[in-house]
T-cell receptor, first 111, second 120 residues
Framework: QKEVEQNSGPLSVPEGAIASLNCTYSDRVSQSFFWYRQYSGKSPELIMSIYSNGDKEDGRFTAQLNKASQYVSLLIRDSQPSDSATYLCAVKRSSASKIIFGSGTRLSIRP | GAGVSQSPSNKVTEKGKDVELRCDPISGHTALYWYRQSLGQGLEFLIYFQGNSAPDKSGLPSDRFSAERTGGSVSTLTIQRTQQEDSAVYLC???????????WGTGELFFGEGSRLTVL
């Protein structure tokens, strides 16, 4: 079992709709969760971080965490063509531990 | 510099040669990571340095790979006797970290532009 699992996609969403990206993790004691966006040929950049159960909103982005289900998701409202990228879920077990990435979900926003 | 700096940006080498990849993290960042990304794939963890602690080398794929971090700053990833399957983009990232008092690091990683390695 992979430590961090994501559906590779591609996920195709019409412009203006909500894109929903999902991630599961295997280490129950993980404490910190992140979503990174990576454009083709570029390095990843942080979009959201979440540490507590529930929802965290930042503009058009909402991260959702359910530690009991070991599940974290990212919702993108009012999807724009510029949101087309690969979204990487990342998990950190504790302050002194490494950050593990999933394999990423490729998102395509169609006009 | 303002960001994470990696060199070289591109490296083409022959199978069996050794290569060194360099990473200069953001000043003051105590955590430094190396990841490998093959075409169309996710980020494969290689090694993690945190302050003066022993590095987490659990992701290094073989003993041909090694890394060091001198003076808590610049890091070098060395690949000996390169193989074609070593071809990938090697990404370095750094972050601030907070220890103790129940606080944990934000984990926000700042990535360099990567070093693209091609082994012929």
């Amino acid at each position: 079992q992979k430590e961090v699992e994501q559906n590779s996609g591609p996920l195709s969403v019409p412009e203006g709709a909500i894109a929903s990206l999902n991630c599961t993790y295997s280490d129950r004691v993980s404490q910190s969760f992140f979503w990174y966006r990576q454009y083709s040929g570029k390095s990843p950049e942080l979009i959201m971080s979440i540490y507590s159960n529930g929802d965290k909103e930042d503009g058009r982005f909402t991260a959702q965490l359910n530690k009991a289900s070991q599940y974290v998701s990212l919702l993108i409202r009012d999807s724009q063509p510029s949101d087309s990228a690969t979204y990487l879920c990342a998990v950190k077990r504790s302050s002194a531990s490494k950050i593990i990435f999933g394999s990423g979900t490729r998102l395509s926003i169609r006009p | 510099g303002a960001g994470v700096s990696q060199s070289p940006s591109n490296k083409v080498t022959e199978k069996g040669k050794d290569v060194e990849l360099r990473c200069d993290p953001i000043s003051g960042h105590t955590a430094l990571y190396w990841y490998r990304q093959s075409l169309g794939q996710g980020l494969e963890f290689l090694i993690y340095f945190q302050g003066n602690s022993a590095p987490d080398k659990s992701g290094l794929p073989s003993d041909r790979f090694s890394a060091e971090r001198t003076g808590g700053s610049v890091s070098t990833l060395t690949i000996q006797r390169t193989q074609q399957e070593d071809s990938a983009v090697y990404l370095c990232a750094s972050s601030l970290a907070f220890e103790g008092s129940g606080r944990w690091g934000t984990g926000e990683l700042f990535f360099g532009e990567g070093s693209r390695l091609t082994v012929l």
